[in-house]
């Protein structure tokens, strides 16, 4: 397993939870990361992502709530999800993007973490 996730489960709206990817193998090359979300019936979406300089981006659905970081050190990818709403409920995959060189790039996914938010 190239990155596992970890760090689920159910909340209250408005509560917290963080959510952690630890990269192996040929995944700690990464130059990005990244967590998308999916629920059943819809493609996955693009919840934030951070280079490995520490850079962050964010979907404008979780921005001013969500906060990613990343420890290099640890090859472990964070998300701070605060003020969670029910429409937050989702499985969370991590991703990882490495450059291999000639313009290619590898691409590697976590098992996914389901985050559930109860009203």
């Excluded at 493609?43 to 659905?61: C, D, H, K, N, Q």
């Excluded at 990613?68 to 990818?77: E, G, N, P, Q, R």
Aim: with cysteine; aromatic share 10%; hydrophobic share 35%.
């Amino acid at each position: 397993v190239q990155l596992q996730a970890s760090g689920g489960g159910l909340v209250q709206v408005g509560g917290s939870l963080r959510l952690s990817c630890a990269a192996a193998g040929s995944a700690r090359g990464f130059n990005v990361m990244g967590w998308y979300r999916q629920v059943p019936g819809k493609s996955r979406e693009l919840v934030a992502a951070i280079t490995r300089g520490g850079t962050p981006s964010y979907g404008s659905s979780v921005k001013g709530r969500f906060t990613i970081s990343i420890d290099v050190a640890k090859y472990t990818m964070y998300l701070q999800m605060n003020s969670l709403k029910v429409e937050d409920t989702a499985v969370y995959y991590c991703n990882a993007e490495r450059r291999i060189g000639g313009g290619e790039k590898a691409y590697y996914w976590g098992q996914g973490t389901e985050v559930t938010v109860s009203s």
